[in-house]
């Protein structure tokens, strides 16, 4: 059993988020730290009048103080309460029934399946890894091990090349930690259809998992079938082969890096090679979209998934900006009777927020949208009612006049 190596008492009238369950506590709740905790160790967390609330794992170079584990102080932070954890995570995934037609989808989500700081994600037979706190760097070797004897995949390999690091006391680490390297590119399948990935540079770990469910919903035939597309921060091309399944018309694919863009004509290729009309653009997305309202260019669906705008709460009214004017353009590109398939990942930016800018954007192009359905991060990004920071990604699907 792990020791717990300090007493973190808040400050009054600070305990309510612990009681609520969020997992986070913040370093301007704290009011004294007794002991002396090194970055991940164990610390239980009282309130003012000494009364127990939780157990985490501490770092003094963080604004988020403690990450909870626990809000038993009976329950002993030992290899059968990280095997636990890890076990209930999978048995989610299992539950969702994804295999045989997908093999890549997210195995742990952090803070949402009560590992906070930890992202496994399945690539076929591999496992990619992001250890993002010093509390499970601390425990970085237990949880390989455990994942494993548990998945027994062909390899582990570490991707935590992630800024979030540094505000950590973290440098960035990325590696094979234990069995075969995976192939370059490495093969995956979802709903089917298969994709190359790069899971050693990739971004993220490799390929916008969370997407997986709006590919579906958006690639059906009955939307996109012979229609011409645009496909915006296109990266490797994960709508534009959903697209591809669904015979489109014309596929217009934008994307600020030549590599991804490549690997986006070798996805879509593998599953038609008659596809050779369509179309790679590389260059600044806002740039390339005012170039072809220039050029008076129409589409019959547009699909923008930027990268996240927004990193901090600060960022807000900039990054609405910068929203607000992608989602304009697109709306002056597109067809009446077109669809708009919209997202924001900024975990700051809120659904209402992004349709508000919507909204926005729709009076200044003088255009009507209809709202189609609501889109969201798959369900292997699952979102924990205690900790709302769960849940980032969010879009719409739209019809537009």
Not at 186 to 191: A, H
Not at 235 to 244: L, W
Not at 330 to 347: H, K, N
Request: proline share 5%; glycine share 8%.
């Amino acid at each position: 059993m792990e020791a717990i190596t300090g007493v973190l008492t808040l400050k009054a009238g600070r305990e309510k988020p612990v009681r609520n369950f969020h997992p986070w506590i913040f370093s301007g709740a704290v009011d004294r730290v007794e002991g002396s905790p090194a970055p991940g160790d164990l610390v239980a967390v009282n309130d003012q009048h000494g009364r127990y609330l939780a157990t985490g794992y501490y770092n003094p170079h963080s604004q988020i103080r403690v990450r909870l584990l626990t809000w038993d102080p009976n329950q002993a932070i030992d290899e059968a309460f990280w095997h636990g954890r890890l076990q209930r995570a999978m048995n989610g995934r299992e539950a969702l029934a994804l295999e045989p037609q997908t093999n890549a989808y997210r195995l742990v989500y952090a803070e949402a399946d009560g590992l906070p700081g930890l992202i496994v994600d399945r690539y076929a037979d591999f496992l990619v890894l992001q250890s993002l706190t010093a509390g499970i760097e601390k425990r970085k070797e237990i949880l390989v091990q455990i994942l494993a004897e548990m998945v027994r995949p062909n390899g582990i390999l570490e991707r935590s090349d992630a800024a979030v690091r540094e505000k950590e006391g973290l440098t960035e680490t990325s590696g094979l930690l234990c069995g075969q390297e995976p192939p370059r590119p490495l093969m995956i399948r979802e709903n089917g259809l298969e994709f190359a990935v790069d899971v050693y540079q990739g971004h993220k770990t490799g390929f916008y998992l969370d997407q997986r469910d709006n590919r579906a919903i958006f690639g059906r035939r009955e939307w996109i079938e012979g229609k011409r597309l645009l496909n915006v921060f296109a990266y490797t091309g994960g709508f534009s082969v959903y697209a591809a399944a669904a015979d489109a018309g014309q596929i217009t694919n934008i994307d600020s890096s030549i590599p991804a863009l490549e690997t986006a004509e070798q996805n879509v290729l593998h599953l038609a090679p008659q596809r050779t009309a369509d179309e790679y653009i590389a260059g600044d997305a806002f740039e390339v979209l005012r170039y072809l309202r220039e050029e008076r260019e129409l589409y019959e669906a547009v699909i923008l998934d930027p990268p996240k705008f927004a990193h901090r709460q600060g960022d807000v009214q900039r990054a609405s900006r910068g929203y607000k004017d992608l989602n304009l353009l697109a709306l002056q590109l597109l067809q009446p009777g077109g669809l708009l398939a919209t997202f924001s990942c900024s975990g700051h930016i809120s659904a209402d927020l992004l349709q508000k800018i919507l909204f926005g954007a729709a009076v200044d192009a003088r255009r009507e949208v209809q709202i189609l359905a609501p889109l969201a991060q798959g369900a292997d990004h699952l979102v924990l009612l205690t900790f709302p920071e769960s849940a980032y990604l969010k879009g719409f699907l739209c019809r537009v006049w």
